[in-house]
T-cell receptor
Framework: AQSVTQLGSHVSVSEGALVLLRCNYSSSVPPYLFWYVQYPNQGLQLLLKYTSAATLVKGINGFEAEFKKSETSFHLTKPSAHMSDAAEYFCAVSASNTGKLIFGQGTTLQVKP | KAGVTQTPRYLIKTRGQQVTLSCSPISGHRSVSWYQQTPGQGLQFLFEYFSETQRNKGNFPGRFSGRQFSNSRSEMNVSTLELGDSALYLC????????????????FGPGTRLLVL
């Protein structure tokens, strides 16, 4: 069965600092992995998606994630945080034989001025 | 191209009532999935519809149901509302090019926030 664990429900960084949001997955088949962002009172917006084409995936708004099979991780990073990055971030894995997404519990990113 | 739209955006109901939520997918998308988001349980999959048929179902009671129309628009219905049904209900659509939908990118709507009193 597939599952996702996001380490740290809250992460706080200063504006301009590195953003690192951690995601570990469990999958019985080669995974499809996603990062979504949710701003207050909005739906989920896709940041990036891993499909096995490349281990380093670049997404929107300067975010990227690296797939590490040996560590079963798919951490999300951004070199320099902006105030506008404050939001909740979700890592998700596609179920083994359906389109269902299995989400982590989410990480709230706070950006301090 | 317009995104996924959901109506209504906000809804207040009382226990025992029923509610119907609507979702219009991105044009050309054939699959619609529904998720429930609560602070305690996070994001949980309700069901997926493809070609007017429920293709997958999550672990929710039978009070939760849905359907899909020939134009891919979808509705979900919750009967006999309980306080615990208060949540943000998110609809997502995808192209559904493959047989199972596995790995397909899902695009989410803004959600319908349901409050049950």
């Amino acid at each position: 069965a597939q599952s996702v664990t996001q380490l740290g429900s809250h992460v706080s960084v200063s504006e301009g600092a590195l953003v690192l949001l951690r995601c570990n997955y469990s999958s019985s088949v080669p995974p499809y992995l996603f990062w979504y962002v949710q701003y207050p009172n909005q739906g989920l917006q896709l940041l990036l998606k891993y499909t096995s084409a490349a281990t380093l995936v670049k997404g929107i708004n300067g975010f990227e994630a690296e797939f590490k099979k040996s560590e079963t991780s798919f951490h999300l990073t951004k070199p320099s945080a902006h105030m506008s990055d404050a939001a909740e971030y979700f890592c998700a894995v596609s179920a083994s034989n359906t389109g269902k997404l299995i989400f982590g519990q989410g990480t709230t990113l706070q950006v301090k001025p | 191209k317009a995104g996924v739209t959901q109506t209504p955006r906000y809804l207040i109901k009382t226990r025992g009532q029923q509610v119907t939520l609507s979702c219009s997918p991105i044009s050309g998308h054939r699959s619609v999935s529904w998720y429930q988001q609560t602070p305690g349980q996070g994001l949980q999959f309700l069901f997926e519809y493809f070609s007017e048929t429920q293709r997958n179902k999550g672990n929710f009671p039978g009070r939760f149901s849905g359907r899909q129309f020939s134009n891919s628009r979808s509705e979900m219905n919750v009967s006999t509302l309980e306080l615990g049904d208060s949540a943000l209900y998110l609809c997502a659509s995808s192209l559904a090019l493959g047989n199972s939908g596995r790995g397909e990118t899902q695009y989410f709507g803004p959600g319908t926030r349901l409050l049950v009193l």
